[in-house]
């Protein structure tokens, strides 16, 4: 295999392959730098954020032993992992493990460090994702030895997402939704064998001691990608992915959903408005007195959060800021101060007054001189 590395990259694995054949120490990548190779989906060079890497042995004791020559930014013992920093790049660095689960959709408990890559891939969530690529170093250059142990290039040919054992997705129920990324992202489908699995799992979800925050952090990376995450929420609805979330049936209602998505997020990241909705959090209605204040209040939600508002709500209100939210006022309180207002002189109500004026009869305020003839004859002149 060959790996298109960037001048610095290239330099730092030089540096860490070298010192780990000293060290009787094998070097990898593993994950998606080796899969999206074989897929051939990139053709740029690689940079530092696109790569794993992982040694057999405690990676935190090694990159000590470095005496300097590379800086250490955070460690982290209980998964004996290190981030390094090196001419500006940052790079996480990982050691070979064995780990179980003490209960479904916790995070996993280490038992050995340093184990052989055989090993190590068993804790891996799809074939796909869990290809090794062994760095070694002779004749002044860096090789690349592929080492399949899961049928993870067949698998890869025949786009098929297949979980390494048959508790995958109880001992760690994310692997559903992240395996949806990868089918959308890749053109990839579940096995028929894991479509079954899947089933099995939501029929007995285990909510007992799961971590909440880390699954719905999963759920929110997983939709935050524009150009898939619409399919990706039809079908987390569709399937009922969301019972790994919680057991309260959602009230999914379909049409209003699709009102809201087009009107207030057709050009924006709809990521955290679908995640509100399988969260299905309460919310309080905003209280209104005119439609200034609608304009207030409203203006400080964002697009993902007024959708989701409406949604819950159906407020007209809502509605209403949509339509007046891009209306802005030309002038601003130099330009009345301009006029001879002093600047404690409720310049603050005049610009409020004017602004509410034109939310009512935008069409009559065409330019900065209408707006200032305005404040002249309602104002001024009383």
Same mark, same amino acid.
């Not at 998606?32 to 790569?51: A, C, K, P, W």
């Not at 909440?212 to 609805?237: A, G, H």
């Given at each position: 295999?060959?790996?298109?590395?960037?001048?610095?990259?290239?330099?730092?694995?030089?540096?860490?392959?070298? !010192?780990?054949?000293?060290?009787?120490?094998?070097?990898?990548?593993?994950?998606?730098?080796?899969? #999206?190779?074989?897929?051939?989906?990139?053709?740029?060079?690689?940079?530092?954020?696109?790569? %794993?890497?992982?040694?057999? =042995?405690?990676? /935190?004791?090694?990159?000590?032993?470095?005496?300097?020559?590379?800086? /250490?930014? @955070?460690?982290?013992?209980?998964?004996? =992992?290190?981030?390094?920093?090196?001419?500006?790049?940052?790079?996480?660095?990982?050691?070979?493990?064995?780990?179980?689960?003490?209960? @479904?959709?916790?995070?996993?408990?280490?038992?050995? /460090?340093?184990?052989?890559?055989?090993?190590?891939?068993?804790?891996?969530?799809?074939?796909?994702?869990?290809?090794?690529?062994?760095?070694?170093?002779? !004749?002044?250059?860096?090789?690349?030895?592929?080492?399949?142990?899961?049928?993870?290039?067949? %698998?890869?040919?025949?786009?098929?997402?297949?979980?390494?054992?048959?508790?995958?997705?109880? #001992?760690?129920?994310?692997?559903?939704?992240?395996?949806?990324?990868?089918?959308?992202?890749? %053109?990839?489908?579940?096995?028929?064998?894991?479509?079954? &699995?899947?089933?099995?799992?939501?029929?007995?979800? $285990?909510?007992? !001691?799961?971590?909440?925050?880390?699954?719905?952090?999963?759920?929110?990376?997983? &939709?935050?990608?524009?150009?898939?995450?619409?399919?990706?929420?039809?079908?987390?609805?569709?399937?009922?992915?969301?019972?790994?979330?919680?057991?309260?049936?959602? $009230?999914?209602?379909?049409?209003?959903?699709?009102?809201?998505?087009?009107?207030?997020?057709? !050009?924006?990241?709809?990521?955290?408005?679908?995640?509100?909705?399988?969260?299905?959090?309460?919310?309080?209605?905003?209280?209104?007195? $005119?439609?200034?204040?609608?304009?207030?209040?409203?203006?400080?939600?964002?697009?993902?959060? *007024?959708?989701?508002?409406?949604?819950?709500?159906?407020?007209?209100?809502? *509605?209403?800021? $949509?339509?007046?939210?891009?209306?802005?006022?030309?002038?601003?309180?130099? %330009?009345?101060?301009?006029?001879?207002? +002093?600047?404690?002189?409720?310049?603050?109500?005049?610009?409020? +007054?004017?602004?509410?004026?034109?939310?009512?009869?935008?069409?009559?305020?065409?330019?900065?001189? #209408?707006?200032?003839?305005?404040?002249?004859?309602?104002?001024?002149?009383?």
């Amino acid at each position: 295999m060959y790996f298109n590395l960037d001048d610095r990259l290239n330099d730092f694995l030089k540096i860490i392959v070298k !010192n780990a054949q000293i060290q009787n120490v094998r070097v990898f990548f593993v994950g998606g730098i080796v899969r #999206d190779h074989l897929l051939d989906s990139f053709s740029n060079e690689i940079v530092n954020q696109d790569v %794993d890497i992982i040694l057999n =042995t405690n990676a /935190i004791k090694f990159i000590q032993r470095l005496h300097g020559k590379i800086k /250490i930014k @955070s460690i982290h013992k209980d998964f004996a =992992t290190v981030k390094i920093q090196y001419e500006g790049m940052e790079i996480d660095i990982a050691s070979t493990r064995t780990e179980h689960y003490l209960y @479904s959709g916790s995070l996993p408990i280490v038992d050995l /460090i340093g184990v052989n890559p055989q090993q190590d891939v068993l804790r891996r969530d799809f074939t796909v994702n869990s290809l090794y690529c062994e760095l070694k170093y002779f !004749n002044n250059e860096l090789n690349f030895e592929l080492l399949d142990f899961v049928n993870g290039v067949k %698998d890869i040919n025949n786009k098929t997402l297949r979980v390494l054992h048959d508790n995958s997705y109880n #001992d760690d129920p994310t692997r559903i939704i992240r395996g949806l990324g990868f089918k959308y992202r890749f %053109d990839f489908d579940f096995s028929k064998e894991d479509k079954e &699995l899947i089933k099995k799992y939501l029929k007995n979800v $285990n909510y007992k !001691n799961a971590s909440y925050d880390r699954i719905l952090s999963v759920f929110k990376k997983t &939709l935050d990608n524009k150009q898939y995450s619409r399919l990706i929420f039809d079908e987390i609805i569709e399937k009922k992915y969301y019972k790994i979330l919680s057991s309260n049936e959602l $009230n999914f209602d379909k049409k209003h959903f699709d009102f809201c998505y087009y009107n207030f997020l057709s !050009n924006d990241n709809p990521s955290q408005f679908f995640v509100d909705v399988l969260e299905n959090k309460e919310v309080k209605l905003i209280t209104c007195n $005119n439609i200034l204040d609608v304009y207030k209040k409203f203006s400080r939600l964002d697009n993902n959060a *007024l959708s989701y508002y409406f949604y819950k709500t159906h407020d007209k209100n809502t *509605l209403l800021y $949509n339509e007046i939210k891009d209306i802005k006022l030309n002038i601003n309180g130099n %330009d009345l101060i301009n006029l001879g207002f +002093s600047e404690g002189d409720k310049i603050g109500e005049v610009l409020d +007054s004017l602004l509410k004026e034109k939310f009512l009869a935008a069409q009559i305020f065409k330019t900065k001189e #209408d707006e200032i003839n305005w404040v002249i004859k309602n104002v001024l002149r009383r």
